[in-house]
């Protein structure tokens, strides 16, 4: 059974002791940039917690091999906010985020077909 979305939480800052407050079980997952909402990170999980840990890499510290890591942008922890949905099992959460995912596929669409009218 799929539960509540949780309501946004700013995403913590390790330095500061701060956790992320996400179930340890399975569930669907979404990050958010706090300024415009633009979508950085969503999936599902058997362990929302600490796929919420990785969702968002750590700044790039070392200076090299700096060509590597350019292509992808990272974001501050403070620019983020995310929400959950746990679920009862893993296969619950991967059908509840292909639902989503479907939801927000078919809304877009509608909005783009009215915008060329």
Known sequence: MIGRWTTWKTFPD???GEHI???IGPGVYEVCLAATGEQVAFGYSANVAQALSK?????NTRGWPF????????????ELEYRTCS???????????QQM??????MFRRFSATQRN
């Open 101 to 106: 995912m479907g939801q927000r596929q078919a």
């Open 67 to 78: 060509f590597r890591r350019a292509s992808r942008h990272r974001y501050l922890s403070s």
């Open 55 to 59: 969702a968002v890499p750590p700044p």
């Open 14 to 16: 390790a330095f500061h």
């Open 87 to 97: 679920a009862g099992t893993a296969a619950e959460a991967r059908i509840a985020a």
């Open 21 to 23: 407050e996400a179930p």
